[in-house]
């Protein structure tokens, strides 16, 4: 069985005050429900978790009866950091769910081929990440005002969604991470700190994250191309 967490209990502070960027409309619809909708349609997949903030629970019921989304759902209240909502998230997965799909919900032109892609690394390797190469040259800097050095981009990755796990892998992970009381940023870098290998799996079509009122338009015409 696969389930896939869908993470989406994030605070939109870079939107600006009072926007939730979740529920703005993009190509026709709200922008969960993109994202919502590549999960849903999924053949890999059997059920979707998806982790919100308290007091949204109407909202994506809501969405969810309005789409007719077809799979299983379930609706949990995130925690104070996306490792904490990936948490709770995990916690609400089948007991038979052995691969677990995170995705960020704010996430919304991944590809089928991508999400089947982690689904199938993570069977062989135990954990993968949809990565881009990074292209542009990175410089180091020592307070932001001037370069330190010039980084080997050769080596550099650019990490997205989905972050794919064999979930007694991911739990361990994380369990590790609250145990030591440590802040991540990805769900990768708890595997990193048990040792667990992670594959890399390159992201073909542009697979663009909204964070700022500067990402909409360009998500919104990757989501109208046929």
Known sequence: MTSAILVAAGKSTRMGEGVDKLFLTVAGRPLVAHTWQRLDSHPD???????????????????????RFKKR???????????DSVWNGLQAVSSDAEIVVIQDAARPCTSARLIADTIQAAREVGAAVAAQRVTDTIKESDGGTTIQRT???????????????RADIIRRALADV?????????DTAACELIGQPVKLVESAAPNP??????????????????
Request: glycine share 6%; with cysteine; net charge neutral.
């Open 45 to 67: 997949l059997d059920e979707i978790v998806v982790v919100i903030r308290e007091g949204m629970q109407k909202a994506f019921q809501e969405l969810a009866g309005q789409c």
């Open 73 to 83: 759902f379930q609706l949990v209240a995130g925690g104070q950091e996306r490792q």
């Open 151 to 165: 980084i080997d981009r050769a080596r550099l990755w650019a990490v997205q969604t989905p972050q794919t796990f």
């Open 178 to 186: 609250r145990q030591k009381g440590l802040s991540i940023t990805d």
């Open 209 to 226: 994250k909204v964070t700022s009122p500067t990402d909409l338009p360009f998500v919104e015409l990757l989501l109208k191309i046929p």
